[in-house]
């Protein structure tokens, strides 16, 4: 073989590969040649069916007779692996996914014959709602830069010759003519650092082997790819095999090694099969052996196949299993550039270093490192899983943030879940929370928030995941797979999976952050290589970034994420803020005890009518039962239970602990004053609530329309809670704490809420027909009458603007809610925003209001679009003004609803910047002692149910305070009675089985009453649904 | 030379020196475990990183090697804190129980966890209790203890060469196992125990030192082993008057470098051995009676005076040993000399060496092992001839196998077993018995042909070069291959190895002496050596190695018959009046007989005084020998212990071991080292020198010295090679002969410059093959060879009375070819009756392919299989050895 030979190859085979890449659909009529090109990666084969897409088609194009104007290859992975088994009909690049084999003859009848799309086959694109005919219309490869992965899909990894015909093996032809220092100096030049996961130079690294002194010297192909979730070196061996072979042999001549090894573990049977195929082709047209491209270069690869262990995968240790000892890592120095494999000078480069090194060599260093950020060039190849929409094989250039490839590549989270976390570097890695997402990816800026690039594994958490947890498996991990001889490693990783067993056991302490960053800090600092050195990086990376996490596992003996079992009996009451015995009154509701079950939903709540109502239902999220079909209509079986008491005249007051003498004040009566009234009536207080209005509920009384939440209901919960002796002074403003302590109060809660209307203070907003969302919400509530107009404008996407928008509808108006994101940004609930858009309401996104023009009242309204950009700490982009995007709207009314604020300045209490009360996360304590604040203005606007979590836990700390008991504790509350219904799991088959849906009335009709709409199941129907629930509290 | 500099001060340091190494030699004091000088660094403990400038983090100083320039600092506040939370953590990893550990006060982990003030451990303690593995004789693992810092790893590996421990496991399970994952019991583990020697803590511990005594409570005291000729320094450590544990001394300067083999450390308890005779006995109506000393002395003066009186100085002899002192053998031959007046003076070597003595003085001028065990470092051919390597000297055949592992030494084994050593050689030849002449001569034949032989040497220090060539000329591989059964091809390849060796050595044992023409052997491995110019440069030479402690001293102090201490010859004038003079006495100038002469033939004497020598097992055809013996007018037996050579004496007078005395020995390649006195002697036992002062002192010559010093310097003043030799010198270290001179550094090889042949130069002494005094025949089919196992040495007398050896190798086997085992329908582990034409043993089989067909094999050391009694008492005709290797016999199952 020399190089004119290589060229033949190249043109022969070229046309072909040409032909793959050529982007103009199939029409009728059309006579080009075409190849169904299949992927014989790992992934697709694994989900694929008993019979292979490939032999499918094989049949088929044998059927049809399709010999001659379709081919079939096989190709590497494509990289969107959870769409597999994937297809791609070239011309045209028409990606089929999910293709199973009796797929294909529809695909073969309607694509390759009658060339018309198979649309249900073609990828779906969830943010643009639609189907997505060509591969170059697709985010996921949109916004990769493909380089090393560029073969991948397009040649067969099996024919050297495709390699060639894609100019393979020319940048060894080139290399041989240079001098090896010019080779080395390019390498240099070009800032390859190695994509093993350390980053080190890779042309000093060959540096030193060159000088380095050896008779005999080796290349190493490090393949061990170990790291929990990477597949980048199995799939770059299985799809582009030649170009590491490519790469070795360049690095090879350089170091003037004669031998190499490729140590690739033996789990990847294809990956080894692929590079058996592909050594011994190369050596069959002399690209390997002897004089090599008739030069004096010899250079062969062996491969070696690794057993399995992580270790391995650290040079040394490699090198150790290499030479069949233990696979144990040693000291460095000597580093193996010095002394290496049989003690000789030896460069080990992982599998993605050596896939660049063609394309340095053949396209130059300049070309090659114009891609990448200051300090790291190129491309990296990063395998994407965990819980993300486009879980696969990605290749993005350095300096992409993860924003982008979360978001854009990935396509999000799946479920409408939040994002979390992204775990880097697997178990050597750290996790980047979300405040990170525009950091552009290198090696130095993730080792400044103490992650790493690492190999390329990237696993994307979501909100269910609990940090503690994590940390926890990778400790786990890596203690399975520490080699044990250093006692830093060795001990360490016991010792800190302890801890953290300890703290996901609900035994932890706090000091036991302290003792885990001593642990981390010792094995980093002295463990022998880099397995031990980095093992205890997510654990310190997970408190770093979410300590809370940890604390609320340690202090409040909480899995926020519901993940570590040992601290909750069932995942719903887990994430129900006011914890709500919620399987028990499921049981009693399936057997039809109504009356019982609303005790059970009384002992902790005191507001059932109203949550089962306006419940955001934060259990539902958790509901297990979403793993088999819908979760549990959580909010609906108490709504019914509720009202079910409510037509039955059922009353029951929980009974009271001893009468306490003490006396005390709750400024606020919406839903964490009564909530803390509620608890500590229970506790045996006397209790006084002074509410401003002239309504008690707060909020619930003037901020809910009426179809969402009737008065009377919600009067009818605040009655009960006045049935427990609490004292509720309406009219009453509180201007001075003071005053109340002079009373006799002994503590007092602060749970006045945020009453302040946020503005966006443009031009024209004093004009008639411009509302305050909430303020409007009151005076409809307080009876006033309000005029609209006909076309309404609502400003914002929480769910006070959506309240307004319908409240608006059912006032006749023609509505249009603004947002400045995108709609699946927006804060309020899905339920209400698909309800909204059901009675009419139109929502234009990327837009907001820049001046209300009108004379003397809203005529027009200047809005402007915007644009998103950088991503802020709630995983959304922030938007921007669009340059010269203005436009003007008619508009007879415009409500402003984009939040609220406390009003706290009149009190004598230490605030935060937004004049929120700046109280102690766990004991709600103010700095003034006896003095505690909750709900709205503690945090701004909050949901109903947060805000009665937050009196729940005041009337916990007050009547610590007034026992003289320690605050820093976690929050116990114990229900006034107990209740134990018996559950014997019955051997019953779960099958599926939707949710049981609320009747709701007509379109028409919900948008011209404020009657509630949405009927409550009945008795029958809750029964039924209450039935779904699985009892995950059976025998815990 | 580089310079380091280290905590802000400049060092000196030699050039590839580890910085460990450098901190600890220049007083600074770095925390460490799992490095010990000697093992190869592996830096896992962690505890000993510091830091250098230049390199990233924290480094192991253990693998680090200094450079000129290196900046260090070894301790400051971060390192510290680093280094107490590993130890805590390792603290954490089992409940050290350090109440009743063995290791107690000798604890490495002990004194840094004391060190850094460890009272309290800030992580939970890991209370689960492994199972102690006490399935070895002599070892206990405890995992409870273990800190998995990899000594023991190493240690069997590095310096046993043995690979039997390793790490099972991985991860926080990691643990230590041995062999497949066995109990240690089960595995072919050696039993040296250079594992527990390697423990920093009490993990590996000494079974039968448990519960005996606290490191504190122990006298510590280096002395010499008394087992093997190896010369190994150790360390008792005593209590009671026993003597409960042993190390190997780590020094440089020692032959063994720490370490032991299973007799040195766990073989030495026959001291304290109730079998030990605590009062002279006299035998009364053929029964011993317990008697006083005076009275056993009385009886013994009065009847030597008489036999002397009566039938001549000449009736009367006496036989020395190897195991005593240097001090004592020269007092014994004094004794017999002065007392007795004769030179019937001879030690046990006679039976074994006796022929290296002869041909190496015949062909150099001295016959001792010309080079020692150290230099064979710089050899890169070894042949072994006729020399069980592990199971003679198991702590020099480690040495050797780490060579041969290294790839730095080429190793040719010549055994007609495969032994151990054989399964590491390049080449194993496997002659028949008896032939070793003829594959010497066809090595020297190959080597002349192929012209490999060094002709400048043969040119300018050699004679008799033509002869030779006459006689191997002869012996072409075909010949040779007819008559040895080795291979044609492998003779060459051999010839070849040895031939074109740059430094060839050759060490040799009793397989090439211990025949009627073992002469002949010796002297034809001679002529390989002078014929390549393999001698007189280190790495090179002819290594007899002697069987005991002390064989070659006891040569030395002139235990023989013809000689006086320094190989001076009694028929010499000169030499005479020198020892007349000093000893002021009148000297025979007759040369004596042989210890053969003495055993054999009746009627030569009358009277005999053995010194610690075991005949009665030892000799060959032992009926004929206890006939002689019993028909003696008077024996006296001067032993630790009542062997069966004692129990036919008249008089056994107790003498006590070495751990009650101090001496010298001389090892094998003539390193002269100190034997010191532990404790009291047990009983009335006396050092043999007391008991030949006072003997001598009731036979009318008076012997009186205060301490054996005061002997050794009379030995350097009349002993040529020992004049520069004295307690002072010797120190801590020791001496190599020869010595002349009191500023004299010692001599590492002989004959460089010249030999010490009448001529200077080297002498060709080349012979013929002669076939064996007895063949196998129809009647006596099988051969049947003798050697020795790792566990027992001299006839047992020491190991047999060593609880763990006598339990490690409780009894003779014999060992038989499969395909012969099928042929007389024996099992393995079955008894079977081996007969010769001299007597008869029961003896139980082991059926292994070591042997080769026609062959058995079996070892001399169980108290009531006499194998001697099968041999044949054939003799050398120079050396007077008698053809011990070999005999003809038949085997017979029992009825």
Redesign the interface.
Known sequence: MNIQNLKEIRDQYRPKIESRQDPRPLEKGDQRIINIMICRGSGCIASAGETSPYDAFANAIEKYDLKEKAELVRTGCHGLCEKGPIVVIQPGATLYTHVQASDVEEIVQQHIINKEFVERLLFYDPVKEKHISSINNIDFYTKQTRRILSNNGLIDPMQIEEYIANDGYFALAKTLEMEKTEVIEEVKKSGLRGRGGAGFPTGVKWEFAYNAKGDQKYMVCNADEGDPGAYMNRSELEGNPHAVLEGMAIGAYAIGATKGYIYVRAEYPLAVETLETAIEQARNYGLLGKNIMGTSFDFDIELFLGSGAFVCGEETALLASIEQKRGNPRPRPPFPAIEGLFGKPTVINNVGTLANLPLILQKGADWWSEIGTESTKGTKVFSLTGNINNSGLIEVAMGTSLGEIIFDIGGGIPNGKKFKAAQLGGPSGGCVPAKYLNLPIDYESLQGIGCIMGSGALVVLDEDACMVDTARFFLEFDADESCGQCVPCRRGLPLMTHILEKITEGNGEIKDLETLKDIATCMQKTSLCALGQTAASPTLSTIRHFREEYEAHIIEKRCPAGVCAALFKTTCRNACPINQDIPTYMTLAREGKLEEAYKVIKQTNPLPLVLGRVCHHPCEEKCDRRKLDEPLAIREVKRLVADYAYENNIEYQPPKRAQRKEKIAIVGSGPAGLAAAYDLSIEGFGVTVFEALPVAGGMLAVGIPEYRLPKKLLEHDIEQIRKMGVEIRLNTRIDNIDDLFARDYKAIFLAMGAHGERRMNIPGEKLGGVFWGTEFLKDLNSGQSVDLGKKVIVVGGGNSAFDCARVARRMGAEVTILYRREKHDMPAIPEDIEAAEKEGVHIDCLSIPVEIIGNGRVEKIRCRRMELEEFDASCRRIPCDLKDSEYIIQADSLIESIGQFPETEFLSVRTTRGGKLDVDSLSLATDREGVFGGGDAVTGPLTVVDAMAHGQRAACSIRRYLDGESLQAIPTRVDPEKYHVPFAPEEEEYEEKPRVRLKEADVSVRTSTFEETLKTYSKEEAMEEAGRCLRCDAGR | MVYVNINGKDFEAAEGSNLLDVCENNGIHIPHLCHKKGLS???????C?VKVSG?R????AC??TVATGMQVITHDE?IND?RR??LE??L??HEHNCLTCESNGRCELQNLVYEFGIDQV???INKEIKPLDDSSEVIVRDPNKC??C?RCVRACREIACKNIL??T??????ALGAGLNEPLGFTECASCGACLQACPTGALTEKHARFQGRNWEFNKVRTTCPHCGGGCQMELWTKDKKVVKVYGVEEENTENKGNLCVKGRFGLDFVQSPERLKKPLIKKNGKFEEAEWDEALNLVANKFQEIKNTHGPDTLAGIASSKSTNEECYLFQKFIRTCFGTNNIDFCTRLCHTPSAVALTRAFGGGAMTNSMGLLEHADVLLVAGLNLTEMYPVFASAMKKLVLSGNLKLIIIDPRRTETAEYADIWLSPRIGTDIVWINGMLHVILNEGLYDGEFIENRTQGFENLKEIVSKYTPARVEEISGIPEAKIIEAARLYGKASRGSILYGMGVTQHIHGTDNVGGLCNLALSTGNIGKSGTGLNTIAKQNNGQGAGDMGCLPPIYPGGQPVSNPAVQEKFEKAWGVNLSPKPGITEANMLLDENTIKGLYVMGGNPMRSGPNISRIQNVLENLDFMVVQDMFLTETAKIAHVVLPACSFAEKDGTFTNTARFIQRVRKAFDPIGESKPDWKIICDLSQKMGYAMSYGHPKDIMNEIASLTPPYAGISYRRLGKGGLRWPCPQKDHPGTRYLWAETFNTPSGKGMFSPADYQPPAESPDKEYPFILTTGKDLYHLHTGSYTRNSVALFNLSPEDVLEIHPSDADRVQVKDGEEIYVRSRRGSIKINTRVTDRVPEGTVFTTLHSENIAVNALTIDCLDPMAKTPELKLCAVKLEKPA
Do not use: H, K
């Not at chain 2, 983090?57 to 192991?60: D, N, Q, S, Y």
């Open positions: 660094p592996v830096g896992v403990c962690r505890l990183l390199m983090g924290l480094v192991p693998s680090t971060e680093l939370l590993n953590m390792l954490s990893e800030r992580f939970p800190i998995l990899g390793g790490f496991d991985r991860g926080p399970a990691l």
